[in-house]
């Protein structure tokens, strides 16, 4: 609308429309063969275009003056290329321009170039290979200079997937009659345990946590008498985790639901929502994944139309006889999630899939016991390319229990007693599950680093930018 054009929406169709465009100026430079030409080339979002000056001595000098990444509007007229070019998004046209003002003049020697920031390993190996080698960004680096390196095609590429799959989670989860709610971030307790909590000065004395998740807060909306509810929301975890995957803050795609007759009425919701969510990515992300790919080179992600399930027994099982030395009722580490993974995508042909029944030792407090066998629980983790995305549980809605389970993990009864409480006044059985936002576009992009998917990332080295 109005007088600008989209730079991604410039196509043959539209030679010989005179258009208006702001956007980023990423090149300036003098015509190699033709040399009273200059050429521009223009970035917004994922699109690039050439723009061509000819004629005006003053505007081709004007036009070379410009630092890189400085914003840019240009008035001109789009003309049909005979040749297709190789390095812009917009390939038949370009735009030949009458007028070019400059909007904000970006500082003339940038820290990290958004070329460098975007170039390939194979690009990188190339340039090695002959033995030219290419400036390498490194990730601390570009955290640094987020703000330029998120201007690279992949770099756009992975936050709008993120919105597709924010988008889809509240979507998906509102046509099953799941309403959004917003629940505390200051709370007067831990929600998870552990000692993964940050603490800070509240008023009048008292000691504030940041939530490590919506846990209790969902719950107690369940005991509000809402049926089904869901959260997007920000997450703090304290924990000491300088990994691939661990945050100290990221976004919780969280849910919580009665139970009617059985726990696995969550693995639904979880099953029916991703297989949705991946086909939804493969069809409505094409460009993106393809931005990605090439600077990050991935496999698909393989998973079934209905999603597998497999019991930790059974799990334990695999890894066992593929000779993995296994703790039978401890939590799976890094190693043994991984290759269950590798297992599962032998036999089974798919990257995602949901492992239940954990140990009940290996839960949270707010965990029901299986009622067959209380050494195990009514619980279950959800699995993407080896590395888990989702935990999922029924909880214990009877507070005696849940007071007794929450003194076996050393948590003070009384900074959790309003939530306690609240399963006294009449609470139907229930369950939900808690993903991590970033995880998923990580996993789901088959991206090696979580920081990757984090606009500005905050782990236990980095608070800023
Ligand atoms: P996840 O959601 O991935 O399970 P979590 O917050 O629940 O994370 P844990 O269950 O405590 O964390 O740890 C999960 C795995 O992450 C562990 O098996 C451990 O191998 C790995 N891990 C945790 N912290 C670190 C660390 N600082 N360095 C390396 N690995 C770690
Ligand atoms: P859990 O602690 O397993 O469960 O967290 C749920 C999901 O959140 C993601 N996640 C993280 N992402 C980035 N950085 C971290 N440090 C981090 N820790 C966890 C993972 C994980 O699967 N209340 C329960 C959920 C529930 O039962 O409803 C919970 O928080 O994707």
Redesign the pocket.
């Known amino acids: 609308d109005g007088p600008w054009a989209e730079i991604g929406r410039l196509d043959k169709a539209a030679a010989g429309r005179s258009v208006l465009v702001r956007a980023w100026a990423q090149a300036v430079y003098r015509g190699s063969k033709t040399k009273n030409v200059a050429f521009i080339e223009l970035r917004r979002g994922m699109s690039t275009v050439q723009c061509v000056l000819a004629g005006s001595a003053q505007m081709m000098l004007f036009a070379l003056s410009l630092p890189k990444e400085s914003i840019v509007v240009v008035e001109g007229a789009v003309a049909l290329l005979d040749n297709p070019l190789r390095y812009t998004t917009v390939r038949e046209v370009e735009i030949q321009v009458r007028k070019l003002y400059c909007i904000s003049r970006a500082a003339p020697k940038l820290p990290i170039s958004v070329e460098d920031a975007g170039r390939s390993a194979e690009e990188f190996a190339k340039a090695e290979a002959k033995g030219v080698p290419l400036p390498c960004v490194g990730q601390d680096t570009r955290l640094d200079y987020r703000v330029i390196d998120l201007r690279t095609a992949a770099g756009q590429a992975v936050f709008r997937v993120q919105h597709q799959v924010e988008n889809k989670f509240r979507e998906y989860l509102s046509s099953k009659d799941f309403i959004s709610i917003h629940t505390p971030k200051l709370i007067s307790g831990s929600?998870?345990g552990g000692a993964?909590v940050f603490k800070l000065e509240y008023k009048n004395g008292k000691c504030a946590c940041l939530a490590?998740?919506?846990?209790l807060h969902?719950q107690m909306a369940i005991c509000g008498g809402f049926c089904r509810v869901f959260e997007v929301g920000s997450?703090f975890?304290a924990?000491d985790?300088n990994t691939h995957?661990?945050?100290?803050e990221?976004v919780?795609l969280?849910?919580?639901m009665e139970i009617m007759r059985h726990y696995f009425e969550v693995c639904d919701i979880v099953d029916g929502l991703f297989v949705e969510l991946f086909r939804h990515l493969n069809e409505n992300c094409k460009t993106e994944l393809e931005a990605i790919n090439r600077q990050y080179p991935f496999e698909p992600v393989k998973y079934l139309e209905s999603t597998l399930r497999l019991s930790y027994e059974e799990g334990i099982q695999m890894l066992k006889e593929a000779g993995t030395e296994i703790e039978p009722m401890a939590d799976l580490n890094t190693e043994a999630e991984k290759k269950l993974g590798q297992l599962v995508r032998e036999k089974y042909d798919t990257d995602f899939f949901i492992l239940y029944r954990y140990p009940l030792a290996a839960r949270?407090f707010y965990?029901m016991p299986c009622y067959d066998n209380p050494a195990y629980s009514n619980?279950f983790?959800?699995f993407l390319r080896g590395e888990?995305?989702?935990?999922?549980?029924q909880r214990i809605h009877e507070p005696e229990l849940l007071a007794k389970r929450a003194a076996e993990h050393g948590i003070d009864k009384s900074s959790i007693k309003w939530y306690i409480e609240s399963f006294r006044y009449g609470t139907p059985p229930h369950g939900?599950?808690?993903?991590?936002l970033?995880?998923?576009v990580m996993l789901f992009c088959g991206l090696n680093n979580?920081r990757k998917a984090s606009c500005f990332p905050r782990d236990p080295q980095r608070l800023s930018p």
């Open positions: 929600s998870e993964a490590q998740s919506p846990q969902k997450v975890r924990e985790s995957r661990h945050l100290c990221f919780g969280d849910a919580e949270p965990t619980s983790d959800v888990e995305i989702i935990s999922g549980a939900g599950f808690g993903a991590g970033e995880r998923v979580i």
